[in-house]
């Protein structure tokens, strides 16, 4: 599915692993992907207190239910991201780097008070087209 990612002499860069927007033309499927925890499928918390190694597991996640539906993490057109500690930043958007690539999806990240388990540092949610 072409994607192409946008950005304006109007808005600031991204300062991170995500573009301003991302255009899809669309003709396939859409999948939504629930948030993604740092559980591996034995229902094991991967990274207790390291999030380098819970957003690896997170991506690795989102990446198996992409698969799952017959798509792969360059289908991805936006990401929503909730943290416990925005100071995680850089952090999350250095192991971002090694799953996603050029054009980038579209993000929002923020800094939440709980997620669903008090081990969890973040939680992703994602949308993706796949070609039909």
């Not at 936006?78 to 500690?85: A, E, G, Q």
């Not at 999350?92 to 054009?103: G, K, L």
């Amino acid at each position: 599915m072409p994607k192409t990612q946008l950005s304006s002499p109007d808005l600031r860069s991204p300062n991170g692993v995500f573009s301003q927007a991302t255009v899809v033309e669309a003709s396939g499927r859409l999948v939504f992907v629930s948030g993604m925890t740092a559980r591996r499928p034995d229902g094991e918390i991967v990274g207790v207190g390291d999030i380098a190694a819970q957003t690896r597991q997170v991506c690795e996640n989102i990446r198996a239910a992409l698969v799952a539906a017959g798509g792969t993490l360059e289908d991805v057109c936006r990401l929503d991201v909730y943290v416990r500690d925005i100071d995680d930043f850089a952090a999350i958007h250095e192991v971002r780097a090694q799953f996603f690539h050029e054009p980038l999806p579209a993000s929002t990240m923020v800094e939440v008070s709980r997620l669903a388990h008090p081990d969890y540092l973040i939680e992703i949610n994602a949308i993706a087209v796949l070609a039909a």
